[in-house]
């Protein structure tokens, strides 16, 4: 998806509203899954065993980590477009609100929403950027994820 036209960094606050779209479809493997927790060091059975899972989950397979999938949401953030081409760059600034509501299992194909919420200046060369985004998995009618991602573009 790219921005509309005349998206800048000046014009940012006129498409307060604006639906950004779609990123690409992601499936989220266990080598995913795997990886996630070498790194966050979170290795619990329910995430990285696969054998256990199926016997004592109630899902009967491995889930991703909540944290992973919600990751997963700011590398879109550039690409998507809702960083204007005219920015000097961008810099993840947190989220306001993030409610997981559907877990998603191993092998799960993932779908994220971005919609501009607010723009807001911080400073002469910043902006802070609010985007309602959504995790859909394919298939299920409940969104996995729904949070306000916080970004500051510089200018």
């Known amino acids: 998806m790219s921005a509309p036209e005349g998206y800048t960094c000046a014009t940012m606050k006129d498409f307060i509203g604006h639906d950004f779209g779609s990123s690409e479809p992601q499936e989220v493997n266990q080598i995913r899954i795997n990886t996630f927790a070498d790194v966050t060091g979170d290795h619990q059975w329910i995430h990285v065993h696969p054998e256990m899972a199926k016997k004592h989950s109630p899902f009967g397979t491995t889930v991703a980590h909540g944290f992973l999938v919600l990751s997963m949401l700011a590398g879109d953030i550039a690409d998507i477009g809702i960083v204007p081409k005219d920015a000097k760059g961008v810099l993840n600034y947190g989220t306001d ?7 998603v299992l ?3 194909t993932v779908v994220n929403s ?3 919420v607010s723009v807001e200046e911080k400073g002469k060369d910043r902006l802070l950027v ?3 985004a959504t995790t859909t998995i394919q298939g299920m009618p409940k969104p996995a994820i729904v949070a306000e991602i916080l970004a500051m573009v510089v200018t």
């Open 114 to 116: 971005y919609k501009l």
């Open 130 to 132: 609010k985007v309602e």
């Open 97 to 103: 609100k993030v409610r997981f509501l559907t877990p």
């Open 106 to 108: 191993v092998g799960s």
